[in-house]
């Protein structure tokens, strides 16, 4: 069982250990989508919103798969859960608030294969949370995708008309440019961490 | 599009469409593991018998399914071989299944395998499809045990755990190698991946200049849709 406290959970979570830029979870479309800031934005927000949804409603479901000793069917559980939840909330937000849905509908059907969800949901079974970790955990991994995919959404706009070789044109510098943010996020490591 | 020819294929698979470092694909579950070669190949294993038999199976069926219902298809189709290759791994390589953790179930949402399956096997009829999965997987391979060599070697002075380089030891003097700290973070599989993306692009378009954006748009369209 984990030991971490809940806001030290949160806070690794967000930062040290960054789903996106510690554990190379989401990349797709966060090099797809990140082009600019708007754009990034919105996917951050439908990110983080399944993230902890899902999260949630799989730890449930895998404490009746444990119950029924069924844990080797997690992963097909988990995405099944995914795609429902996804679904269910994309019909939700369009009849109850068509605004949201304008802005946040065109990118949920992407978030079933994202990786970072499948991943959160992954990393909740093998370490073991309890509930409140789990909420925890599922809210800093979102915060903290989408703090990252604005970041870089940002940069990205700035490096545009830098004179970039032509190879590294596209996705070779956002990598680099994604290195970099690796480099300063893990610099908060000394502080806290998960495993 | 993939060439239906076997030859055309491996060829489009390893190097011109290579699902990598064209399509940038795939990259989410398995850049993690390469800092060391024994938990790469592995992974890179795994993911090639996933990415062969879901593209089989899903050619086999592709007549019997929904379009509407082919999303789901996939996707239970790759958790069932996931599954399979879970429980192998937990029965003989327990050790490496711990390290590989999380990483093992993450092949479902890796992009590579539903990708493949869109795109060629369900247009294509089974044998050439298992060929189409078996080398976008060998494509996969290939780069990845680049960055993990790089990443091994200077980061622990090792190759699939036996020394190479002896890392200097200060109190009798032995070795001479410094351990590369970066190599062991997140950053360097970055930069690499980077680095062998560069290469690949600059050998690529020494014939034709102007081939290079051609590709960028069509990752961004595969890569939003799995």
Known sequence: ?195 | MSSTSFLGNLKDNLWTNNPIFIQILGICSTLAVTNNLINTSIMTVALVFVTAFSNVTISLIRELVPRKLRMITQTVIISFYVIIVDILLRAYFPEIHKNLAAYVGLIITNCIVMGRMEAFAQANPPLISFWDGFTSGLGYMAVLLVIAVIRELLGFGTLFGVTVFPIYNPVDGSGWFTPWGIMVTPASAFFLLAGIIWAAKALMNRPVAAKAPAPAPQAATVGGKA
């Open chain 1, 1 to 195: 069982m984990n030991d971490l406290n809940l806001f030290g959970l949160f806070f690794a979570s967000v930062f040290t250990s960054n789903i996106l830029l510690a554990n190379f979870l989401g990349m797709c479309s966060f090099i797809a989508i990140s082009k600019d800031i708007k754009s990034a934005n919105g996917l951050g927000m439908a990110v983080t919103f399944v993230l902890f949804i899902t999260t949630a409603v799989n730890w449930g479901i895998l404490e009746l798969l444990k119950m029924l000793d069924l844990t080797y069917l997690s992963f097909i559980v988990f995405i099944i859960v995914i795609a429902a939840v996804v679904q269910m909330l994309e019909m939700i937000i369009d009849r109850v608030s068509p605004a949201l849905y304008m802005s946040l509908g065109i990118y949920l059907p992407l978030i079933t294969v994202n990786c970072a969800i499948m991943g959160a949901a992954l990393f909740m079974q093998i370490r073991d949370y309890n509930l409140p970790q789990t909420l925890a955990f599922g809210l800093g991994s979102g915060l903290g995708w989408w703090i990252a995919i604005v970041a870089l959404a940002a940069i990205r706009g700035k490096i545009e008309k830098a004179p970039i070789p032509q190879g590294l044109q596209g996705p070779g510098i956002t990598l680099i440019t994604i290195g970099f943010m690796a480099m300063a996020f893990t610099g908060f490591s000394g502080m806290i961490a998960v495993q």
